[in-house]
C-alpha cells in the first residue's frame, strides 16, 4: 500500500470518528454543564430562620410602683449594673435620676414650715383669745358677787333701789350665762382652727416622708438570685443607662430562669404556612457554634406584624428548648431548623434541574452519549430539592442547566 493510499485512509478514518463524536456526544462546546444524579434516600424539608434565646419564666426589677401618686414620668436611668452581671438577693442593681423627687421634697419641705408657723400663730391666737374671755367671766363673776353683797346690805333701803339692784343681779347672772356660753362656742371654733392647721401640718409631713421614701426607693437592689438581664422598650431596643421607665412600664431589668428557655424568631409569609405547633426543631447557637440542642414549637401567631425598616409581614414562632444548658444566655442569637415534614425512601433531584413548559414539567437527562427532555411528576420540595414521584430512576443523570441545541427537541412523555 502506497503512503498516499494511507494517507487517505487516516484522514477518512480521523473525519468519521469527529462525525460520530459530535452525533453521539453529550454538548460541550465552551461552557460548563452541571450535572447530579437522582438520589433515593430520607427526604426533609426544613424552614431555617434567625431568633433570639429567651427565659420563659423571670423575676421582673422594678423601679418605684407608686410614680403616679406623684406624678412622675419618664424618669431616667442613672446607673445601672452590666447586662449578664451575677447577683445575690440584695446586692446592688441600679438608680434612677432623683432631681423631680427633689425638687418635691423642697417644696414640701418650704409648706411645711409654713404650715407649722400657721399652726404655732394660731396657737398663740387661740391662747390669748380664750384668756380674753376667761378674764371677762371672772370680771362679771365679781360683779354679781358685789351687787349680792349689796342686795344682801340694802335692806333697809328704799323699795325702788332694792328693785334696781335685784335687776342688776339678775343681768349680771344673764350676761355670765351668755359669756359662758360664748365662751364654750368659742373654744369648740378655736379647737376646730387647731386641727385644721394641724391637719394640715400632718398631710404635709405624712406628703414629705413619702417622698423621703421614695427618694430612698431610687436605688434600686435586687430581690433575688441570677443573671441581670435589661428590659426592652416598646419598640424592642433594651433599657441602658440615660434610658426612661414610666408609671406602666417600671421595669428595668429581669433576672430570667435559665433552666427554662425558649427561642423567639419570626417567619416570612411563605413559610409559615408549613409551620405548625409541635414540629421538631433543632436550635444552634451562634456564639457556641458546637452546641445543638432540641426543641419544639409551642406558639405560632395568627397575625402578622411588619418587620422594622421593612413592609415584609413577619409571624412570631416561639420554639421551647428541651433540656439546659450553662452556656445559653437570654439574648443570645439562635439558629432554627424546623422540620415542616419528611419523607422515607423517595427519589429526588436538586430544584435547578426541573424546568417546565406549557404545564409540563421537564428535565434533560443524560441518556448514553445524548441528551433527552424527559417529562417527570414531582412532589413536595424543600429549598434545595424536590421529590420525584414519575419519570426518573435512582442514579439517573441530570443537567442543572439547560444543554444548548436542544431547546427544540420534543419532551419524551410518560405512557
Not at 255 to 269: F, G, R, V, W
Request: glycine fraction near 6%; hydrophobic fraction near 35%.
Amino acid at each position: 500500500m502506497t503512503k498516499k493510499k494511507i494517507a487517505l485512509i487516516s484522514v477518512a478514518s480521523l473525519i468519521v470518528l469527529y462525525l460520530i463524536y459530535n452525533y453521539f456526544s453529550s454538548p460541550t462546546d465552551d461552557k460548563v454543564y452541571l450535572e447530579s444524579k437522582v438520589s433515593k434516600g430520607n427526604f426533609v424539608s426544613e424552614v431555617i430562620t434567625s431568633g433570639e434565646a429567651q427565659s420563659t419564666s423571670s423575676k421582673k426589677i422594678n423601679g418605684p410602683n407608686n410614680l403616679r401618686k406623684f406624678r412622675l414620668n419618664n424618669l431616667k436611668i442613672q446607673d445601672l449594673v452590666a447586662e449578664g452581671t451575677i447577683v445575690k438577693e440584695g446586692d446592688y442593681v441600679g438608680r434612677l435620676d432623683p432631681s423631680s423627687v427633689n425638687e418635691q421634697i423642697l417644696d414640701a419641705r418650704l409648706n411645711l414650715e409654713t404650715a407649722q408657723s400657721k399652726y404655732t400663730q394660731q396657737q398663740l391666737d387661740t391662747t390669748l383669745s380664750l384668756k380674753q374671755e376667761r378674764n371677762s367671766i371672772k370680771d362679771l363673776r365679781f360683779t354679781m358677787q358685789e351687787t349680792k353683797l349689796e342686795l344682801e346690805q340694802s335692806i333697809y333701803e328704799p323699795p325702788a333701789t332694792i328693785k334696781k339692784l335685784e335687776i342688776n343681779l339678775e343681768k349680771a347672772e344673764r350676761g355670765l350665762k351668755e359669756k359662758l356660753e360664748n365662751y364654750t362656742i368659742k373654744k369648740r371654733q378655736a379647737n376646730a382652727k387647731m386641727v385644721e392647721v394641724g391637719t394640715s401640718v400632718s398631710k404635709i409631713n405624712k406628703k414629705l416622708n413619702d417622698l423621703l421614701k421614695l427618694l430612698k426607693s431610687f436605688t434600686i437592689y435586687s430581690d433575688g438570685n441570677g443573671m441581670i438581664t435589661y428590659d426592652k422598650n416598646w419598640d424592642g431596643t433594651k433599657k441602658k443607662v440615660g434610658s426612661s421607665i414610666s408609671p406602666w412600664n417600671p421595669t428595668i431589668a429581669s433576672l430570667p430562669d435559665l433552666t427554662k428557655m425558649e427561642s423567639k424568631t419570626y417567619a416570612n409569609e411563605v413559610d409559615i404556612r408549613k409551620i405548625k405547633k409541635g414540629l421538631p426543631v433543632k436550635i444552634g447557637f451562634d456564639a457556641f457554634p458546637d452546641i445543638e440542642m432540641e426543641g419544639i414549637v409551642t406558639n405560632v401567631a395568627n397575625v402578622g406584624e411588619k418587620k422594622r425598616g421593612s413592609d415584609i409581614k413577619v409571624f412570631q414562632v416561639l420554639i421551647k428548648l428541651d433540656g439546659s444548658n450553662s452556656n445559653i444566655r437570654p439574648g443570645m442569637t439562635t439558629s432554627n431548623k424546623i422540620l415542616t415534614f419528611e419523607r422515607k425512601d423517595v427519589l429526588s433531584i436538586p430544584l435547578e434541574a426541573v424546568f417546565s413548559k406549557d404545564s409540563i414539567t421537564y428535565v434533560y437527562k443524560k441518556s448514553g452519549f445524548s441528551v433527552i427532555k424527559k417529562e417527570i411528576l414531582i412532589g413536595d420540595s424543600n429549598n434545595d430539592s424536590v421529590i420525584i414521584t414519575e419519570g426518573l430512576a435512582e442514579n439517573d443523570v441530570v443537567y442543572l442547566n439547560k444543554p444548548e441545541g436542544y431547546d427544540k427537541e420534543q419532551i419524551a412523555k410518560l405512557n
